[in-house]
């Protein structure tokens, strides 16, 4: 039986490069939880900074939508995060199984992971690595955003006007150009970053793929936005214009989380009925 701090672990529910996340049950209480820490063999300064990171700005965070966490220890000098228990796909996983799948979820997924976002900006802080593996999809298609390790304030007005030289964080199929042009990182890249989303969790596919990454990093920079109805038909067509107008290239042209917001609240049904017999 192995215990962390007041924990018991029960089960490996994902591994990831420097993490691991297990179920794990605090005996005391009963109560059970998703235990988040560091692998011991590939554990350094910055993975433990990031899990620190995300930790402080989480418990600062109260949304249905954002999950939720509890507490923060280290043992044997290895850092470890106690969040929610939440065992479910994620939004890519259900991806992978096709639209047909979850079309009966879409509406309130994509309201949920927009409200989300949402609530961050109206925070002050930019996610950095909004993705469809980075919402997690409840049978009801209820939604919670997780992975805050890259998380951090919106740039001030003085790192607007002078912008320091940062390593390029994100994953490469969801990141907006400006973080590619090492621009200043605000609200709009997660605009950005969940239009990829959007748009995938719809067609299927993200917008801009490559032959490698310097190609499709190249794509985010020059390509324009493709219309997610050319790849979902049956998609509403003001939905499909929000969704590529979160794309834009230029920031300053996509819309804030709150007009993305707004907006679908006056678009009834996301996606058009399936024709008759299909």
Do not use: W
């Given at each position: 039986m192995q215990v962390i701090g007041p924990y018991r672990l029960l089960s490996l529910i994902s591994t990831g490069k420097a993490t691991q996340i297990w179920e794990v049950i605090r005996d005391s209480t009963g109560q059970r939880y998703a235990l988040k820490k560091l692998q011991e063999s590939n554990a350094g300064r910055t993975d433990a900074a990031l899990l620190k990171n995300e930790y402080q700005v989480l418990r600062k965070l109260e949304h249905p939508n954002v999950i939720r966490v509890f507490d923060f220890g280290t043992h044997r000098e290895t850092p470890y995060m106690v969040l929610e228990l939440f065992r479910v796909p994620s939004m890519k996983q259900l991806v992978r199984q096709g639209l047909e799948t979850y079309e009966d979820r879409l509406e309130r997924m994509v309201r949920e992971a927009v409200g989300a976002v949402a609530y961050l900006?109206?925070?002050?802080?930019?996610?950095?690595?909004?993705?469809?593996?980075?919402?997690?999809?409840?049978?009801?298609?209820?939604?919670?955003?997780?992975?805050?390790?890259?998380?951090?304030?919106?740039?001030?007005?003085?790192?607007?006007?002078?912008?320091?030289?940062?390593?390029?964080?994100?994953?490469?199929s969801y990141i907006a150009p400006e973080?590619?042009?090492?621009?200043?990182?605000?609200?709009?890249?997660?605009?950005?970053?969940?239009?990829?989303?959007?748009?995938?969790?719809?067609?299927?596919?993200?917008?801009?793929?490559?032959?490698?990454?310097?190609?499709?990093?190249?794509?985010?920079?020059?390509?324009?936005?493709?219309?997610?109805?050319?790849?979902?038909?049956?998609?509403?067509?003001?939905?499909?214009?929000?969704?590529?107008?979160?794309?834009?290239?230029?920031p300053q042209k996509r819309p804030t989380m709150a007009e993305v917001q707004r907006r679908l609240e006056t678009i009834p049904k996301l996606l058009r009925p399936a024709p008759s017999g299909a």
């Open positions: 900006a109206e925070q002050g802080l930019v996610h950095q690595d909004i993705k469809p593996d980075n919402f997690l999809i409840g049978p009801e298609g209820e939604v919670k955003l997780i992975d805050f390790a890259l998380a951090r304030p919106r740039a001030g007005a003085l790192e607007r006007l002078l912008p320091r030289k940062r390593n390029i964080q994100g994953t490469p973080q590619l042009r090492n621009r200043p990182v605000d609200l709009p890249a997660d605009v950005y970053s969940l239009g990829c989303t959007l748009y995938e969790l719809v067609a299927g596919r993200t917008p801009f793929t490559g032959a490698s990454v310097n190609e499709l990093l190249n794509r985010h920079l020059k390509q324009s936005p493709p219309n997610p109805q050319t790849a979902c038909r049956r998609l509403e067509p003001e939905f499909a214009r929000l969704i590529q107008q979160m794309l834009a290239k230029d």
